[in-house]
Structure formats: C-alpha cells, structure tokens
T-cell receptor
Framework: NAGVTQTPKFQVLKTGQSMTLQCAQDMNHNSMYWYRQDPGMGLRLIYYSASEGTTDKGEVPNGYNVSRLNKREFSLRLESAAPSQTSVYFC???????????FGPGTRLLVL | EDQVTQSPEALRLQEGESSSLNCSYTVSGLRGLFWYRQDPGKGPEFLFTLYSAGEEKEKERLKATLTKKESFLHITAPKPEDSATYLCAVTETGTASKLTFGTGTRLQVTL
C-alpha cells in the first residue's frame, strides 16, 4: 500500500498562475482533507470531503477550490496564486470522523 | 475558539534521558486527541489516539496519557532516532472531523 500520495512534490509559480495539487489514497478511506503548514502556525485545514460527493470549507479556504473526483482522489486548485499561498500542502485521509488521519508526503509550493 | 498549546517548543535530551511533552487543550467537548510525529520534509505520521480522560496508549519508548485538560507524551530512554517534531491535535464533539493542531515540540536526542 502506498497510503496517501501527492503530486507534485515541489512547484514554483508566479503570482497569478494557476495549478492543481493532486492527492490519492489507496486505503479505501471515506474522508479526505487538505491542510497547509506554515512556520509557527501549525497545520490548518483548507477544505475537507467527508465522503465521496461532498466537500466543505475548513479554516482557511479563501483562494482555493477542491474536487473530490472519486473515493480515491481529492484535488486542490489555486486559481490565481498569491505569495501568501507559499506553504507546504498536505493531503490526509481517514476512515471516518472519529478515526486518525493519515498524511501524504506534502507539496512544497513557492509563489513568487 | 478551540486552542491547542504544546510545551516546550523545543527540547534537547541526551540518549537515555526520559522526559515528557505537554499538550493542553480547550474545547467544549473532546471527541479525540491525536499525537503525530513529523520528520523534516515529511508528512505527519500517526502515533496515538486518545478518547477519554484516564486513557493511556504505548508504543515502544512512547506513552501517551490524557486528562480532562491536557495530554502528555512520555518518552522513556530516548534514542537519537526519536528526534522529530511531535504534534498534538484535537477534534471536538458536534463538529465535522476538523483537527486543530498545536505548533509542536521539536525534540532532539543526542548521543
């Protein structure tokens, strides 16, 4: 089992460019999540999908959109990147709400 | 608003020197408390889940405990490979599964 995989591993964007971060899990989990991690601020939830076909905003959703493509895949899109979106992005999945979340290796994004 | 505070921010131990990391939380109703380990450049790795006061979980040199207001991660006779950042997170009852994370404790274990 690969667990949670994310692509790309690293990306540099110019302000105003768009991109999509991809996430896939092979654990047959129902719920998936996108977080960002910034120095001194801890991990913050951007969006989550409780189950296939549903998505909801987290703590910091502005500037992002998500798509739950199927049970395995959950993508995060930046429509017009800003320097404030420079961060490390983690995707996670869990079987259900009470269960532990398992994280991918992260995508490091630099917006110039 | 939910708050998770971890202390100390950084801890340096010698190999074999036991210690504890603290995670204090303020939520209206605790659904679960989670401990993760994060190595540099990697994603958080799940360690433990605790659901109710008095609960304890153990894994190798690590033991997590939970009270009504805080959790401790006890590290017994640590080794250099235990060096990492340890993250604590909580979920609250009555909400969707939103993990609120602390900022972590950076642990360094030296020979």
């Amino acid at each position: 089992n690969a667990g949670v995989t994310q692509t790309p591993k690293f990306q540099v964007l110019k302000t105003g460019q768009s991109m999509t971060l991809q996430c896939a899990q092979d654990m047959n989990h129902n719920s998936m999540y996108w977080y960002r991690q910034d120095p001194g601020m801890g991990l913050r939830l951007i969006y989550y999908s409780a189950s296939e076909g549903t998505t909801d905003k987290g703590e910091v959703p502005n500037g992002y959109n998500v798509s739950r493509l199927n049970k395995r895949e959950f993508s995060l899109r930046l429509e017009s990147a800003a320097p404030s979106q420079t961060s490390v992005y983690f995707c996670a999945s869990s079987e259900g709400f009470r269960d532990a979340q398992y994280f991918g290796p992260g995508t490091r994004l630099l917006v110039l | 608003e939910d708050q998770v505070t971890q202390s100390p921010e950084a801890l340096r131990l010698q190999e074999g020197e036991s210690s504890s990391l603290n995670c204090s939380y303020t939520v209206s109703g605790l659904r679960g408390l989670f401990w993760y380990r994060q190595d540099p450049g990697k994603g958080p790795e799940f360690l433990f889940t605790l659901y109710s006061a008095g609960e304890e979980k153990e894994k190798e040199r690590l033991k997590a405990t939970l009270t009504k207001k805080e959790s401790f991660l006890h590290i017994t006779a640590p080794k250099p490979e235990d060096s990492a950042t340890y993250l604590c997170a909580v979920t609250e009852t009555g909400t969707a599964s939103k993990l609120t994370f602390g900022t972590g404790t950076r642990l360094q274990v030296t020979l």
